[in-house]
Every structure is written in structure tokens, then in C-alpha cells.
């Protein structure tokens, strides 16, 4: 070592780097994703070289990308060489309960990539760029590239369906009569729901496109007695009669005014007595680390919306005439935020 150098303490340097270098795991763990690693090691322990053969790899860079994942947890590696999985890298599996397989495998979509290399634009403006990006909407957007489409919804769409059991264990659905799911895709959240309260029928609705695979997962729950499917937009007239609506992440998809008219929609559909209930990530409000504080910037870039403290939410509520009465934490980072009209 030179006479001049000095010893200095470089550790936050490096724990930034490592930080920095997040996006690089990131794109490792999607590439496991889209080749079944974590599949092909569901029945046990195997070499890299087994592992490549499975997924049609190259044998080295299957081992590098194994050896690199493991150090996070994400697969682990055995005394003799060996890779199996590990409590992280099941969640890779096609099959897991709670499978964050499909989210994985957005994050190496091209065009993700090229959105969030815009989020520069987003931040010095502090407007949605994907519209001027793409020259239309994000939600023209994806009508015209449905593959696309069909990957984020279905990435986005898993972990939605991961929330719901904590919310079902969280909140006692069996006192309501007709619960109306807004904008809730193929009627996941509602099917757990009217299991919870036999004596209840649901409504569930939301664009005729997002509903194709409902009729099947009623009757496969076996609520499709109790269940019917009208049709609608993000900010249409909503049925009425309801005493329970629910708002599963949809609030957090608008804007002030976008938000203050879905939430007045619901205020004139329900009934005096009725319930809203927004299912949300709720900020902390000391900036804590919280997954809704990533999930924000998401919204952030693509859509113009955020996610919101409960400060946030209760001024809004406020101004489409509702009163929030509890806020509900469940074993997820989502929340419920019970409101009525008042």
C-alpha cells in the first residue's frame, strides 16, 4: 500500500453500489423466471449443468446466474455443488401459492424497459410521460399491443390475488346482502367474499374484456348462483343497490379529479347504510420503507396517479361525502379503509 494512501471507511459506498446494482438482480431473477428454474428444482436439488439441460441454457451462464441469485436468498446451493430452492425462489414457481412468477417475468419486458428509462422526464416534469412516449394513452396503449398487455395485467393480477386472503382474514364480509366489486377483473376478491357470507350476492364489475374467465371461477368457488356480471368502464355509473362496495387498488389508478368522480359514482349507487370499502395501500406517513412507496412511482410514470397517505384519503373521501370510519391493517402491506356516506 502506498506511504500516502489512507485507510477510510468505504462501506456506504458499497452499500449504495450494491443498491444501485438492484437491477441487475432484478433482470436475474426475471431471466430464472422465464426459463423454470425454480420449476425444475420443485422435485430437488440438481447440478447447474442438469438445470441447463431442463431449461435449455448454457450450462456456465446457468451456474452464473444461480451462484449470483443465491447470495440473495433467491435459490441456494449445496455442499456438493447443487442448486435447490429456497423459501424466495418457490415464489418462482409456476404452481406456488402467491407466485410472483409473472412479475418476474414483466421485468425484462422491452418495452417496460424502455418506459422506465423515462423516469427522468417524469421527475423534471412531474407529469405521466408514457403517453407522449407513445403517443396515446397507457390504456389506448395497451389495447393496441395486447401482448403486452396481457403480461403486465397478468403480472399485476397475481399480486392482487396474493392480497386477498389477508383481506378476507382481516375484515367479516358476512353481514352484508349484495356487494358490488368494482372494477374487479375476473372476480377473484368477490368469489373469497361470498364464500365468507353464504347468504350475500355479488355483482361484479368491470370492461367485458377483464370478465371472461369469471363464469368459470364462480362456479369452480361455487358462488355462480349468487353472481352477475355487468359490464362497465373505470368511471362509469356503477350498479346500485349494493351495501358493500368494494375498490380493490383502484383509487391509487386516478387522478384527484378521476379519484373524486369514482368515489361520488359509489356515493350515489349505495344505500344509506351501505359500506365502501377501498383496499389500498396506505402511505406511512414518516416515509418509512413501505412496498407502496415503489408501487407509487409506478403509478407515477405511466398513469399520473399516486398512492396516498391516510391524510390524503381522508380529505378525499371527504370530498365525495363519505366519512372514513375505521382503516383496517391486514397481514399484507394493503389495507382496508372502511368509509360511509354521509
Same mark, same amino acid.
Given at each position: ?19 444501485? *446494482?438492484?437491477?441487475?438482480?432484478? *433482470? ?13 428444482? %420443485? ?21 452464473? /446466474? ?84 396481457? %403480461? ?42 361470498? *364464500? ?54 383502484? /383509487? ?16 350515489? %349507487? ?24 415503489? /408501487? ?39 389495507? /382496508? ?6
Amino acid at each position: 500500500m502506498p506511504a500516502s494512501a489512507e485507510v477510510r471507511d468505504q462501506s456506504d459506498s458499497y452499500a449504495l453500489l450494491e443498491l444501485i *446494482q438492484g437491477a441487475v438482480i432484478t *433482470q436475474a431473477i426475471s431471466v430464472a423466471a422465464r426459463l423454470g428454474i425454480a420449476d425444475v428444482l %420443485a422435485d430437488g436439488p440438481l447440478s447447474a449443468e442438469d438445470i441447463a439441460l431442463r431449461v435449455e441454457a448454457d450450462p456456465r451462464a446457468t451456474h452464473r /446466474i444461480l451462484r449470483a441469485l443465491s447470495g440473495h436468498k433467491v435459490f441456494a446451493v449445496r455442499p456438493d455443488g447443487r442448486y435447490e430452492n429456497t423459501a424466495l425462489s418457490d415464489k418462482l414457481r409456476e404452481d406456488a401459492q402467491d407466485s410472483m412468477r409473472k412479475f418476474a417475468q414483466l421485468m425484462s419486458h422491452p418495452l417496460l424497459h424502455e418506459e422506465w428509462g423515462h423516469l427522468l422526464t417524469t421527475v423534471r416534469t412531474g407529469e405521466a410521460n408514457l403517453p407522449k412516449l407513445r403517443g396515446m394513452s397507457t390504456l389506448d396503449f395497451f389495447h393496441a399491443n395486447h401482448s403486452y398487455a396481457a %403480461a403486465f395485467f397478468q403480472a399485476f393480477g397475481k399480486v392482487s390475488e396474493s392480497e386477498t386472503d389477508p383481506v378476507l382474514a382481516a375484515y367479516d364480509f358476512s353481514g352484508f346482502h349484495t356487494v358490488v366489486d368494482v372494477i374487479g377483473g375476473r372476480g377473484y376478491l368477490l368469489a373469497g367474499v361470498l *364464500q365468507q357470507a353464504p347468504d350475500a350476492r355479488g355483482v361484479l364489475y368491470d370492461f367485458e374484456i377483464a370478465t371472461v374467465d369469471s363464469a368459470s371461477l364462480f362456479e369452480e368457488a361455487g358462488v355462480a348462483d349468487r353472481c352477475t356480471v355487468e359490464h362497465g368502464g373505470y368511471l362509469g355509473k356503477l350498479p346500485k343497490g349494493g351495501d358493500a362496495y368494494l375498490f380493490k387498488r383502484i /383509487i391509487h389508478n386516478f387522478s384527484e379529479e378521476d379519484a373524486l368522480t369514482a368515489l361520488r359514482n359509489a356515493h350515489e %349507487a349505495i344505500g344509506p347504510d351501505g359500506k365502501l370499502l377501498c383496499i389500498e395501500y396506505v402511505l406511512p406517513e414518516n416515509n418509512e420503507r413501505h412496498i407502496g412507496h415503489t /408501487i407509487d412511482l409506478w403509478l407515477m410514470l405511466m398513469i399520473g396517479s399516486q398512492d396516498r397517505t391516510l391524510a390524503q384519503y381522508t380529505e378525499l373521501f371527504a370530498r365525495a361525502g363519505f366519512r372514513i370510519s375505521r382503516v383496517i391493517p391486514t397481514a399484507s402491506p394493503i389495507s /382496508i379503509i372502511e368509509a360511509i356516506p354521509v
